[in-house]
């Protein structure tokens, strides 16, 4: 079983916008969807290394499919206070492919970076699953006086 990780304070907006951009582009009629849009992204990029400077949910959608996080020793990392660049960088892995950008990214925008990375590795363990809410005694007691049971519609006090 997974340790129970709560997200950083210092996250809470970037992720929150990260997981409504991947959530609106998860489409179950068209799966492909999200990966072409985050190959698109990336294209974008690639031509622009700086083009998402200060937008970290949109740098995070264009790596995610680009780099390689050790979540299992990132886990290890101290997380409740901002970690450096230095502790995260050994754990990320770049694709052939990406490592020019990446490499432009990180020499010019490294607090950017490191966000973006953080944002990936928290919605990589993220588990949508609802949490089952706990039966209130007061909801309870108020269906029993409400006219949940018998219904009419009839004026009584006609």
Wanted: with cysteine; net charge negative; charged share 25%.
């Amino acid at each position: 079983m997974q340790p129970e990780t709560s997200l950083p304070d210092y996250l809470t907006d970037d992720f929150s916008l990260y997981l409504e951009n991947m959530i609106s582009l998860t489409d179950p009629e068209n799966p492909d969807l999200l990966s072409n849009y985050l190959s698109n992204l990336f294209e974008q990029l690639k031509q622009m290394p700086l083009l998402f400077n200060g937008m970290v949910d949109q740098l995070a959608m264009a790596i995610s499919t680009k780099v390689r996080i050790d979540s299992k020793n990132l886990a290890k990392v101290e997380l409740t206070a901002e970690p450096t660049w230095d502790e995260i960088k050994p754990l990320v892995g770049v694709h052939a492919d990406a490592r020019a950008c990446i490499t432009e990214i990180m020499t010019h925008t490294e607090q950017d970076l490191k966000t973006a990375i953080l944002l990936i590795h928290f919605y990589n363990g993220y588990d949508a699953t609802p949490l089952k809410a706990e039966e209130d005694e007061h909801e309870q007691l108020d269906s029993y006086n409400s006219n949940e049971y018998e219904y009419n519609d009839y004026d009584e006090n006609y």
